[in-house]
């Protein structure tokens, strides 16, 4: 059963950053997409970022230029770095991997969430 263990999460006041590490126990070459979503209180749980196994990103409209996602193969690892928080940022931060087994085959994992709180 593959784990995702989620860390990084705080505190922070408007106009800082925070980095987010999603690690799996397994190896994330196995996930065709890694990506992390958040969701507010009173609000659905949105998309942050997404990066596939080849590398390409995509970004949600109200993070790109300030989120940046990565992925540290050799550690199974990816990262959510933020920049330029606001206190609509403020969520908790879930990681999720997405495995298709067969072409109708898939499944996805989560990570136990992490919370990110922007606030003066």
């Known amino acids: 059963q593959v784990q995702l263990v989620e860390s990084g999460g705080g505190l922070v006041q408007p106009g800082g950053s925070l980095r987010l590490s999603c690690t799996s126990s397994?190896?994330?070459?196995?996930?065709?997409?890694m990506g992390w979503y958040r969701q507010a209180p009173g609000k659905q749980r949105e998309l942050v970022a997404e990066?596939?196994?080849?590398?390409?990103?995509n970004y949600a409209g109200a993070v790109k230029g300030r989120f940046t996602i990565s992925r540290d193969d050799a550690k199974n690892t990816v990262y959510l770095q933020m920049n330029s928080l606001r206190p609509e940022d403020t969520a908790v931060y879930y990681c999720?991997?997405?495995?298709?087994?067969?072409?109708?085959?898939?499944?996805?994992?989560w990570g136990q969430g992490t919370q990110v709180t922007v606030s003066s």
């Open positions: 999720k991997a997405y495995r298709a087994f067969t072409p109708v085959i898939a499944r996805d994992y």
């Open positions: 397994g190896s994330i070459f196995d996930f065709n997409f």
């Open positions: 990066i596939n196994s080849g590398g390409i990103k």
